[in-house]
């Protein structure tokens, strides 16, 4: 998640972002918490570092014929192991 995204989605009035600075639709200055918003993307981490290392869904096919449910099943835990939800 970046940013921006943890922006708008903790405030919702929010229609723009500019710089540092957010507006909401009448184009005024709209005041938020940056500390609230960076909590919510390191909260989020995760998930990013999850999709990088999983492999492609070319691959998990591969691993799915070759090694079955359960070769696929222990690639994908041992990411969600590495990367865990917070």
């Known amino acids: 998640m970046k940013l921006t995204d943890a922006i ?3 405030n919702p009035t929010i229609v ?6 957010a507006y909401d639709a ?5 005041e938020y918490d940056r ?4 909590a919510l993307v390191a909260a989020n981490q995760y998930q990013v570092q999850r999709a990088q290392a999983y492999p492609s869904i070319v691959d998990q096919l591969d691993i799915l014929y070759h090694q079955g449910y ?5 690639t994908i835990t041992a990411v969600k192991e ?5």
């Open 70 to 74: 359960d070769g696929w099943k222990a």
């Open 82 to 86: 590495e990367f865990p939800k917070p």
């Open 26 to 30: 009448n184009e005024q200055v709209v």
């Open 8 to 10: 708008y989605q903790i």
């Open 16 to 21: 723009t972002i500019r710089g540092d600075v």
């Open 35 to 38: 500390a609230a918003a960076e």
